[in-house]
């Protein structure tokens, strides 16, 4: 974090003159707005990038909140930010001014992971719920003093993982509680795509700013900004965290100057010796997000919103006898794939991240604690720092006793 | 080159002589023809000692058996008679199944009911998955077109007196093929067969050459739709027929309920009974698959009460006790079939 304050100042122009002065100030609990049930919630955006945009553009939708505020240093993600807006809504460059304002109840953060950090413990230093991105910290001691001082605060602290709260991965997990897989010993997952993941810069001076994903000074790379969801995703599944991990990296394909990885490929050790392969290659995209799960009875393959289950073929009752007289198996359903329900009948499908900032607002007005927090969080953000140093180090990292002392 | 010719002669009487006591003309063996076919798998399994029966004639009896009995196929009979305002002509597959189904309808106290089609549809269980599930105003709605003494079958055509009327003979349709397929098998010579379609059977005659009876497996119900079968028992029918109705692998799920697909004419609602698989034996497998849904709709006591009154049946049902425990019972002529329990 230290090392280079200049260049991140730069990125962070609008915050410069405040960066870090809050952060060493000792920290003292506040207090959330109480949000009275038929109230909707007064929310501000910091970061109205592509994804805070893309929130903002669900949250205009949402009966629940009224989006009073937004902070971007970069004019035009501002103005696309206040044009979804409510008509009143303040727009600031400073995200310590947006927070200054006492009217607003919660604020979701979407900007890079390197601010996740200062600008989380300064909106629980401002009392404000937090709806945080993914990942959650850019290393591990910010998780770890993360969650003590989430803890110490009393406010609602969600963190963006919406997969948590999509009817799939609930499915998903109440098959594998099913025995439907039988017995479970490996995960796939690849977050893959065909493309070097830059967003056009008009000014090269505003290049490190808009494509911070190149550049390790501010993220993890495609294991923090992909393979996160994935990583997630098998902890939710497992009711764990890794215990260890193996990796290698390189960046072998878009040779552009960036320094983080354009491939890498982990194998995570889960408890039971449970294996979770995450993988994620900037160069092919055949089924770009997809996540396997390896039964002894059958296989699940989780695709963006649908999920395949391909049964073992065993032939087991063939051989003793000569014929088998039961329910009719339909055609359909041997050595293919049978997809899987879920949902209620006539429900609408949404967005998964519309279930999850609905379950925000129903944590900010009934005091809850969210599904995916700042715990879910710190062991995820702690396994892809693992899965990183694997890779940079070429050497196993295990999982230390005080991460989640 | 005389000598040579006279050489190669006799070499071919020699050759010939061979071949022909190589030529297993008096040993049987095991013929096997594999497929899908109305949505499921089916195999079919002779001992004889030639091939008489192909894939090709197996396949054109399927064929002619969908175009009238299909409510999948479009243009079936099935369809047309269900589209049709007042009725149809039967071609021979429809006339007998819908001849058969009305006795059963008759002899199970209106639990076995082709005319279930409309209720079918609304569960989501016909050709076409529904979205939401129907509340007990629409299940109202579609009585007055339940109940097939609607039907009336006026020489060789088959006449609704409700124009609503839609009939469904999925329940008892593979059954009677596998009757079709086995008196094919018979009419070309095949004396000892097993005929399997999506888990109905037929079985004459022995295992050739070894004269081993033939074995089948009684599946354990699966927890899942596509679950492989376990085997719970082993039987021998000798020559007779064997067909299975169980709710576990054709369901669907409404707030954490499993609603079968079997529907009970009389409510309107999915059966929701103890019994998760009933297995009938029976002379022809048209009885057996005839009956088989309505045991699992009657209950316990309802399946024995109607085997009583009907000899020349036999059943073997699993059911789930109060507790959640699953627990087997049998009619008291089925244990002649038993040769082996299954690990439970």
Not at chain 1, 238 to 262: H, M
Not at chain 2, 250 to 261: D, P, Q
Request: net charge positive.
């Amino acid at each position: 974090m230290t090392q280079s304050r200049t260049r991140r100042e730069f990125i962070a122009t609008g915050l410069a003159a405040m960066a870090g002065a809050g952060l060493s100030a000792a920290f003292s609990p506040a207090f959330g707005h109480a949000v009275r049930p038929a109230d909707r919630i007064r929310l501000g955006i910091i970061g109205t990038g592509s994804r805070g945009a893309g929130l903002a553009t669900l949250i205009r939708e949402m009966p629940d909140y009224e989006l009073v505020a937004c902070c971007d240093i970069i004019p035009e993600n501002l103005q696309k930010g206040l044009s979804l807006a409510a008509k009143n809504a303040k727009g600031y460059t400073d995200y310590r001014k947006l927070l200054d304002d006492k009217s607003i109840d919660a604020v979701v953060i979407a900007t890079p992971l390197y601010l996740h950090y200062p600008m989380a413990v300064a909106a629980l230093q401002a009392g404000k719920h937090i709806y945080l991105e993914k990942s959650m910290t850019y290393d591990i001691p910010q998780a770890i003093d993360l969650v003590k001082k989430v803890k110490a605060s009393g406010l609602v602290f969600q963190i963006g993982y919406q997969y948590r709260y999509y009817g799939l991965y609930h499915r998903v997990k109440e098959i594998m509680k099913e025995n439907w897989l039988g017995k479970i010993t490996h995960f796939e997952c690849q977050y893959n795509r065909n493309s070097n993941w830059r967003f056009p810069v008009k000014d090269p001076k505003m290049e490190r700013a808009i494509n911070w994903r190149m550049y390790r000074e501010y993220c993890g790379g495609p294991l923090s900004e992909l393979c996160a969801h994935e990583i997630d995703v098998v902890n939710y599944l497992t009711d764990s965290r890794p215990v260890k991990v193996v990796g290698l990296g390189g960046i072998n394909y878009w040779k552009d100057g960036r320094d983080t990885y354009d491939n890498i490929r982990t194998v995570y050790d889960y408890p039971n010796g449970v294996k979770a392969s995450v993988t994620s290659v900037l160069s092919n995209a055949y089924n770009g997000y997809s996540i396997r799960i390896l039964g002894d009875k059958a296989t699940v393959e989780i695709l963006r919103d649908k999920a395949l289950i391909y049964p073992e073929i065993t032939n087991n009752a063939r051989g003793v006898v000569d014929g088998v007289t039961g329910a009719t198996i339909a055609v359909a359903t041997q050595g293919k794939g049978v997809e899987v329900k879920f949902g209620k009948a006539g429900e609408a499908e949404l967005e998964p991240t519309v279930f999850a900032l609905k379950d925000f607002a129903e944590c900010v007005r009934n005091k809850k604690e969210p599904i995916s927090n700042v715990e879910t969080g710190r062991d995820g953000s702690i396994a892809i720092h693992m899965g990183n140093a694997a890779a940079d180090t070429e050497k196993v990292q295990y999982w230390k006793p005080e991460y989640s002392a | 080159m005389r000598s040579r010719r006279q050489l190669a002669g006799s070499m071919a009487i020699i050759m010939c002589f061979v071949l022909s006591a190589l030529r297993p003309a008096t040993i049987p063996r095991t013929y096997r023809i594999t497929g899908q076919a109305q949505g499921t798998n089916y195999a079919i399994t002779w001992y004889a000692s030639r091939q008489s029966v192909t894939q090709a004639q197996i396949d054109s009896i399927f064929k002619s058996l969908d175009a009238s009995l299909s409510i999948y196929k479009p243009g079936s009979l099935i369809g047309r008679f269900n589209e049709s305002e007042t009725g149809i002509e039967m071609d021979r597959h429809l006339a007998h199944v819908v001849e058969k189904s009305m006795q059963i309808y008759r002899q199970t106290g209106g639990l076995s009911d082709i005319t279930v089609y409309p209720l079918v549809r609304a569960w989501g269980f016909g050709a076409k998955a529904a979205d939401a599930l129907p509340d007990s105003a629409a299940i109202r709605l579609l009585m007055p077109c339940v109940g097939s003494d609607k039907l009336k079958i006026k020489g060789s055509r088959l006449v609704k007196t409700v124009p609503c009327v839609q009939i469904d003979v999925n329940g008892i349709a593979q059954g009677y093929s596998v009757d079709v397929l086995a008196r094919f098998l018979e009419a070309h010579g095949i004396g000892n067969y097993m005929v399997e379609v999506g888990g109905e059977i037929r079985t004459k005659g022995r295992k050739l050459p070894g004269e081993e009876p033939m074995k089948i497996g009684i599946e354990t119900p699966s927890t899942t739709e596509f679950d492989a079968p376990a085997i719970r028992e082993v039987i021998t029918i000798g020559d007779g027929a064997v067909t299975t109705s169980g709710s576990y692998r054709k369901f669907r799920e409404s707030g954490g309920m499993r609603l079968s697909h079997i529907i009970d004419p009389k409510t309107g609602f999915p059966v929701q009974r103890e019994i998760i698989s009933a297995t009938v034996v029976a002379r022809e497998a048209i009885t057996a698959d005839g009956f088989d849904n309505a045991l699992l709709a009657a209950g316990i006591d309802g399946a024995f009460e109607i085997l009583r009154t009907h000899p020349g049946m036999e059943a073997y049902l699993i059911y789930r006790k109060p507790d959640g425990a699953v627990a087997d019972t049998a009619s008291a002529g089925f244990a002649r079939y038993v040769v082996k329990t299954g690990e439970r």
